[in-house]
């Protein structure tokens, strides 16, 4: 049985770059959402866009001004 719950996988890369970190932002049934980097300490927030800025905020203190979090992308089944 599969749980109801929305879970996105983020990455961590410079522009133009090769991946750096991965982690994921996933609801929280009473806080919003949450997200994890791994060595960063999960943050909170509202929305999923709240936090996936939070975390490249905290990316960009570790990693550099270069970096970037987004969504990872799908890859579908044909």
Not at 54 to 76: F, S
Request: proline share 5%; aromatic share 6%; glycine share 8%.
């Amino acid at each position: 049985m599969m749980n109801d719950y929305i879970e996105e996988e983020i990455i961590v890369h410079p522009i133009h770059g090769m991946q750096l970190s991965e982690g994921y932002i996933r609801k929280d049934n009473s806080k919003g959402f949450l997200g994890c980097l791994p060595g960063l300490m999960p943050l909170a927030g509202k929305t999923m866009e709240e936090v996936r800025l939070r975390l490249e905020h905290e990316a960009k203190e570790y990693y550099g001004d270069d970096v970037v979090v987004e969504i990872a992308p799908r890859a579908l089944a044909i």
